[in-house]
Nanobody, 131 residues
Framework: EVQLVESGGGLVQAGGSLRLSCAHS????????IGWFRQAPGKEREGVSC????????YYGDSVEGRFTISSDNAKNTVYLQMNDLKPEDTAVYYC????????????????????????WGKGTLVTVSS
């Protein structure tokens, strides 16, 4: 069974940085994509970023492009999200998510999350950015 466990959330001042981690296990398929969504209180789920397991292609949502960086350490079975220049509007629960349908599916899910779902989700980690 696939498991995704997030860590690294916390409270940070605007302009600060945090690094989230997603430790994954139990993945048995070859071509998948893994990444991050977030959901702020009272708002819809928003796609953040993803990375392809097969070729390392990366995609970012418009609101985080240039500030967030996704990376993967295959030896540690961990995906990271480095978040810089954080803003109060980045406050949300951040979820690690995985799809077995590959990078293109995940990219569409980031653009229109209301129409696409992921196969597996973590329980989330809270990021709070104070002004």
């Amino acid at each position: 069974e696939v498991q995704l466990v997030e860590s690294g959330g916390g409270l940070v001042q605007a302009g600060g940085s945090l690094r989230l981690s997603c430790a994954h296990s139990g993945i048995t398929f070859d071509d998948y994509a893994i990444g991050w969504f977030r959901q702020a209180p009272g708002k819809e789920r928003e796609g953040v970023s993803c990375i392809s397991s097969s070729d390392g292609r990366i995609y970012y949502g418009d609101s985080v492009e240039g500030r967030f960086t996704i990376s993967s350490d295959n030896a540690k079975n961990t995906v990271y999200l480095q978040m810089n220049d954080l803003k109060p509007e980045d406050t949300a629960v951040y979820y690690c998510a995985l799809t077995s349908l590959g990078y293109s599916w995940y990219r569409r899910a980031i653009d229109v999350p209301e129409y696409y779902n992921m196969d597996y989700w973590g329980k989330g980690t809270l990021v709070t950015v104070s002004s």
